[in-house]
């Protein structure tokens, strides 16, 4: 019998993106898998049913759930969706291992196998798997468009029969993948770049995208190519050169975030009181608090004449592109998990051992596991 692979309609409000697109429903059904997808699953995403002409579409969502081998989200199931797979039934997706802790335990009193997507290790091998990646880089290209529409002033520069117009002046803080691909964006638009990281090694990739890095003379490398927490010292060493830039800039693009952590308050209403008026601020940190401490998630509103704006999932709201990348990531994941036509994963790989969140009843991520139960994990 073949491997069932099951997509269910997402449910978390607001999400637009489906785990799997027609193009990768057809590979995989070369493969000699059977893909079941829920009716109406990728509709949102502007992928409608009759799309997906390798795979079955099925009504009814307990069924689907029920029957499936491998199950592909984007977002955790709820308990009672969990509740309905089977129990060693295959889970992969964005599992949220810092958060939602009653899924998780779901996940692990169901003994369900859930992979989650964002524990996959930031190796040169696993790229082409890594979604966290793939959605920010669409997170930072929109919040570059979204600075260029709702700031008061032009981003290129431009010369008409009134005068020269002057460039905007955009401040990037946070130089991940989100960070870089809004520097390129708003280079794209015209505007001048400023960066800005607390490790010092993103210098030359500011600079190599044509954007001025913004030294602080702070170094705060940290683990899986994140940066650590600031020391009291360097949090003020950092806001006295930083506050400068900001009063200077037109547009901010905030993207500084700590895995698991609340998003480290690098804007501060004093700060933002300095910035010149028609000014904004796209805080894509808003998710885990934001960096400016004025930031309302999901708002946008004005102070002082300033427009501050925190959006939630960006990557969702470029549902055609989001779903894509990330069913391209999901494929090349189950590459290490279905194997010769068996659900057989490589227990020896690093990215399938790094990524598993939940396995034959226990919490296998120790940082997930010591929150919840307070232990380390199985290092099985």
Known sequence: MPIRIAVPHETTEGERRVALIPSVAEQLSRQGVEVRIQAGAGCAA???????????????????????????????????????????????????????????CALRDRKITGFAMELIPRISRAQNMDALSSQASIGGYKAALMAANLTARFFPMLTTAAGTIRPAKVLVIGVGVAGLQAIATSKR???????????????????????????????????????????????????????????????????????GRPAPRIITTAMVE????????????????????????????????????????V?????????????????????????????????????????VLTRAGKIQHGLTCERVEGSKGDPS
Request: proline residues 5%; contains cysteine.
């Open 46 to 104: 502007y992928y409608r049913d009759r799309d997906y002409t390798s795979a079955e579409i099925v009504e009814d969502r307990a069924a689907l759930l029920g029957e499936a081998d491998i199950l592909l989200t984007v977002n955790p199931l709820v308990p009672e969706d969990v509740a309905l797979l089977r129990e060693d039934t295959i889970v992969i997706g964005f599992l949220h291992p810092h958060e939602f802790d009653d899924r998780i």
């Open 189 to 259: 638009l015209g505007a001048m770049v400023e960066a800005y990281d607390v490790r010092p090694e993103t210098r030359e990739q500011v600079e190599s995208l044509g954007a001025k890095f913004v030294d602080v003379k702070v170094n705060a490398v940290g683990e899986g190519g994140y940066a650590r927490e600031l020391s009291a010292e360097e949090k003020q060493q950092e806001m006295e050169i930083l506050a400068r830039h900001v009063a200077a800039a037109d547009a901010i693009i905030s993207t500084a975030a700590v895995p």
């Open 274 to 313: 300095k910035m010149n008026p028609g000014s904004v601020i796209i805080d894509l940190a808003a998710y885990s608090g934001g960096n400016c401490e004025l930031t309302i998630p999901g708002e946008s509103f004005g102070h002082e004449l300033v427009m501050i704006y925190g959006p939630l999932n």
């Open 315 to 355: 990557p969702g709201m470029m549902p055609v592109h989001a779903s894509e990348m990330y069913a391209k990531n999901l494929f090349n994941f189950l590459s290490l998990i279905v194997r010769d036509g068996e659900i057989d994963p490589d227990w020896d790989d690093e990215i399938v051992t790094d990524s």
